[in-house]
């Protein structure tokens, strides 16, 4: 039943490491985004795609990489990571018709 | 650009009253507006919407929120406030055209309901 789902959930893991994120949605929709939410939950874009094309691709360091396999599937690969990388991620979909987006339940990535 | 400015990073109200959570936004041409709700160790679930027609919209929970062009606003209001609306709300505005739909957040506004 889940729309959106992600995984893992939590990840701990330590620095200079490299970790990937997975992102399905069972809605139909088109475009995937993904998001992070720092400590103080600010929530900023980070990539967007629409129909397996990077349609935006904010300031983000490029030890970020998202990979689109096919329309329902949005991961993201961390190379080398740091401190500062510790955050919430959340993907997130929408219907380019439907203008709502709808939400992961987020990966708590802590990088000790 | 846009941006959404929530003011009020904590708001605190007595159940049963009235809450009143404020958004304004900047953009050069009239957005496509949201507010989502965040659950502690949730992810965000979309409350109301804005994209065109009615500029009072209805949410779930009994919220609800009037887009007031003149203003740059988008406040979210609930007549009674209840216990379980103890929660993060976050207002959000994206583009109203063109491919790229990003949401952009205010800083979030953490409600907390008193008995």
């Known amino acids: 039943d889940t729309a959106v789902s992600q995984t893992p959930k939590y990840l701990v893991t330590q620095m200079g490491n490299d970790k990937s994120i997975k992102c399905e949605q069972n809605l139909g929709h088109d475009t995937m985004y993904w998001y992070k939410q720092d400590s103080k939950k600010f929530l900023k874009i980070m990539f967007s795609?629409?129909?397996?094309?990077?349609?935006i691709n904010e300031t983000v360091p490029n030890r970020f990489s998202p990979k689109s396999p096919d329309k329902a599937h949005l991961n993201l690969h961390i190379n080398s990571l740091e401190l500062g990388d510790s955050a919430v991620y959340f993907c997130?979909?929408?219907?380019?018709?439907?203008?709502?987006?709808?939400f992961g339940p987020g990966t708590r990535l802590t990088v000790t | 650009a846009q941006s959404v400015t929530q003011l009020g990073s904590h708001v605190s109200v007595s159940e049963g009253a009235l809450v009143l959570l404020r958004c304004n936004y900047s953009s050069s041409v009239p957005p496509y507006l949201f507010w989502y709700v965040q659950y502690p160790n949730q992810g965000l679930q979309l409350l109301l919407k804005y994209t065109t027609g009615a500029t009072l919209v209805k949410g779930i929970n009994g919220f609800e929120a009037e887009f007031k062009k003149s203003e740059t606003s988008f406040h979210l209001t609930k007549p009674s406030a209840h216990m379980s609306d103890a929660a993060e709300y976050f207002c959000a505005v994206s583009p109203s055209s063109g491919s790229a739909r990003q949401l952009t957040f205010g800083s979030g506004t953490q409600l907390t309901v008193l008995p």
């Open positions: 997130a979909s929408s219907q380019a018709s439907v203008y709502e987006q709808y």
């Open positions: 795609y629409n129909n397996k094309e990077l349609i």
